[in-house]
């Protein structure tokens, strides 16, 4: 039996624009519905709908644990994980469903 996958992931507005960080076990559907508006709430309010950063783990402990540590993290670090990992900010929604 292939084990479940767990992702923490970051939704940016724009470059250097609002921040969303999340986890989820279905990283396809949930950036979608983050996309194209299909949940009320802060990326909605906020216009988030690019994929730019995540992680995946195995363990939804730890996933969890990973996304309240990158939610206390002060902004500048976030924005070095990002530039480190995505120096253009690619929207890798992309990536994801090709």
Same mark, same amino acid.
């Given at each position: 039996?292939?084990?479940?996958?767990?992702?923490?992931?970051?939704?940016?507005?724009?470059?250097?624009?609002?921040?969303?960080?999340?986890?989820?076990?279905?990283?396809?559907?949930?950036?979608?519905?983050h996309?194209?508006?299909?949940?009320?709430?802060?990326?909605?309010?906020?216009?988030?709908?690019?994929?730019?950063?995540?992680?995946?783990?195995?363990?939804?402990?730890?996933a969890?644990?990973?996304?309240?540590?990158?939610?206390? %993290?002060?902004?500048? %670090?976030?924005?070095?994980?990002?530039?480190?990992?995505?120096?253009? %900010?690619?929207?890798?929604?992309?990536?994801?469903?090709?």
């Amino acid at each position: 039996m292939a084990n479940k996958q767990y992702y923490v992931y970051i939704m940016a507005s724009k470059r250097n624009g609002m921040l969303y960080i999340g986890v989820t076990s279905d990283l396809i559907k949930r950036v979608y519905e983050h996309k194209y508006d299909l949940t009320t709430g802060f990326t909605n309010k906020y216009h988030i709908h690019h994929l730019v950063y995540f992680e995946i783990t195995e363990d939804i402990t730890s996933a969890i644990s990973r996304e309240k540590q990158l939610k206390k %993290w002060n902004r500048a %670090w976030k924005i070095a994980l990002l530039e480190k990992n995505n120096p253009e %900010w690619r929207d890798l929604y992309c990536d994801l469903i090709k």
